[in-house]
């Protein structure tokens, strides 16, 4: 049996939630969670979670031997990035000071500790934990059916700095704006868990099981129109 | 904006919710699974479960539980209760948790703290500290509340920040199932001493002590148990009020 979607597996955290999420939204799909690169080279679609310490991530991608087969799978199908498999797709992370994939160019940075009050001069917690609206800076197909400040559930003590504005699909405030959902071609990667914020976050990954990026691109090049 | 977190806490034994007076006299509440379903329809921000069960042969019983509530209601899970090791950390993990709750095992072996955070993340370890106030200040008690450990309740609460917990949850002993509000005093010390985030627990009775505990307490997150499970309020009752009250929620 053909697999139709495929959730990384490379040792860093809880799987089972983002599997349970897909299930539930496509019974009828076939989803493997999987550390072999010819399953994610031969899947349908590749989901991409990670939670821990980027240091750590890096480590065990490495020690798998899955970088290849992640970066092949974020240039040719449909991928979506979870949490640290959002941060890991950058350059390089501030969490130890760690070379990433390098697959969206920019970086990730700590929350800064001397920024994190509120207007009122109350302390907020790192990490930031919890649900928080989430801004969609741009339409994309993976946004259809969710509000626009939908609240979406977070945690996480690092975010990405994407180099270029235009990958940036989504944002959130904590204090300051931070980017919290990217689109780049083929690729859609958040750092909050869909898998976890009920709904929407089910409607979410139910858009991207159904998301054709190739036929999206297509679409906007015969009309002309401008395409966020 | 970050809302303020409402979770409801599901104390488990022999596979049914109970709760109970200061840890004794414990009440039937009903079907896990069906009340944390109904808890995710009221808008549940996260769910706790506290395994509470005495003997070690039932204690796969939570598992089974977490397995089907994971396999629908797609909001965080936190489960504490008889873990010991990272292995038991892993098994709850594998069946469905989010979060671990670690309470006296973090006392007798505060090294789990920092193997379980190293291990999977600071994101899905949580330290429970069980407080009484003594004379002059707040000390730290295990085994439900019944043994002290002589440790100061801020100091430990540091201390486990450093060892990498990700989130503190905090219960006062002198509360719980009192109904007469957070113990403030403590919730706000505590979370003035860490940057990592505080869940108020023990002793709500209404819904203004849910706002108390945000605003005087600063607490992150508050967790009840009694006034949801036998039906006085339900959460999105709370949530509403707490918003009409200036507080940030998740509607």
Known sequence: ?228 | MLAKRIIPCLDVTHGRVVKGINFVELKDAGDPVEIARRYNEAGADELTFLDITASSDDRDLILHIIEDVAAEVFIPLTVGGGVREVGDVQRLLNAGADKVSINTSAVMNPQLVKDASDRYGSQCIVVAIDSKRVGDHWEVFTHGGRKATGLDAIEWAKKMESLGAGELLLTSMDRDGTKSGFDLELTRAISDAVDIPIIASGGVGNLQHLVDGVKEGRADAVLAASIFHFGEYGVDEAKRYMKQHGIEVRL
């Open chain 1, 1 to 228: 049996m053909s697999v139709d979607i495929a959730v990384i597996d490379y040792g860093m955290g809880n799987l089972r939630s983002v599997s349970k999420a897909i299930e539930h939204v496509a019974p009828a799909a076939s989803v493997v969670a999987t550390s072999d690169p010819a399953v994610i080279a031969a899947a349908g679609r590749v989901v991409f979670p990670g939670q821990g310490a980027a240091p750590d991530c890096m480590r065990e991608i490495e020690a798998r031997g899955l970088r290849q087969a992640i970066v092949d799978a974020a240039r040719s199908k449909p991928f979506l990035g979870i949490c640290m498999g959002m941060q890991v797709l950058f350059e390089h992370s501030e969490e130890g000071d760690t070379a990433c994939l390098g697959i969206l160019p920019g970086t990730v940075q700590r929350f800064p500790h001397e920024a994190m009050h509120d207007d009122q001069g109350n302390k907020l917690k790192v990490p930031h934990m919890g649900w928080n609206n989430v801004h969609q800076a741009a339409p994309h197909p993976l946004w259809v059916g969710i509000e626009e400040g939908a609240r979406f559930y977070f945690v996480h003590s690092y975010f990405v700095q994407p180099t270029s504005p235009d990958v940036i699909a989504g944002f959130s405030h904590y204090p300051f704006p931070f980017t919290c959902a990217v689109a780049s071609g083929n690729i859609f990667a958040v750092q909050f868990h869909p898998e976890k914020s009920q709904n929407d976050g089910l409607t979410l990954l139910g858009n991207f099981l159904t998301w054709n990026p190739g036929e999206r691109d297509t679409a906007c090049d015969m009309s002309g129109a401008a395409c966020a």
